[in-house]
């Protein structure tokens, strides 16, 4: 299997699509509560007033998740790609990273239970700092 420079963009892809498919839960969970009645839209503007269902809380966590650490994967992934460094174990870090994010997400999004969304959590952000510290190393 020949490796190319621009391999890396695939597991990019599929993290900004998590992420969107992250956006598209979190806005539905917030329709359905305003529609519901849970919510009211004055409840966004400052997210200030009743209790928001824990459904809507999940979404907005996780979707705000996906705004703090996936950011320095992508940063990552591209000076890889941009230092002409990709190869095969860069890019299967890169799957990990994706795969064990989705992970955290699934737990997170539906049962919810820390022990096993911490793993998830510490094994992507193992592979991630694997991924810098491997970068450095070898410009």
């Known amino acids: 299997m020949t490796i190319q420079i621009h391999d890396l963009f695939y597991p990019m892809l599929a993290m ?5 498919l992250a956006m598209l839960r979190n806005m539905y969970v917030r ?5 519901k009645g849970q919510l009211t839209n004055e409840y966004f503007e400052l997210f ?3 209790e928001p269902p824990e459904e809507v809380v999940k979404a907005g966590n996780h979707f705000k ?13 591209l000076a890889v790609m941009l230092t002409g460094k990709t190869d095969i174990i860069f890019l299967v870090m890169a799957w990990s990273f994706v795969v064990f994010r ?7 999004l ?6 096993p ?4 959590f510490l ?7 694997a991924m810098w510290i491997r970068l450095a190393i070898m410009l």
């Not at 900004?16 to 969107?20: A, D, G, I, K, V």
């Not at 969304?117 to 998830?120: E, N, V």
């Open 110 to 115: 539906t049962f919810n239970k820390v022990p």
């Open 117 to 120: 969304r911490f793993i998830f």
């Open 16 to 20: 900004l699509f998590w992420t969107f």
């Open 48 to 50: 200030r007033g009743p």
């Open 123 to 129: 094994l992507g952000n193992i592979v991630l700092l």
């Open 31 to 35: 329709i359905r509560a305003v529609r």
């Open 102 to 108: 989705v992970g955290q997400g699934m737990v997170h």
């Open 65 to 77: 998740n996906l705004m703090e650490i996936p950011p320095l994967f992508y940063i990552v992934a």
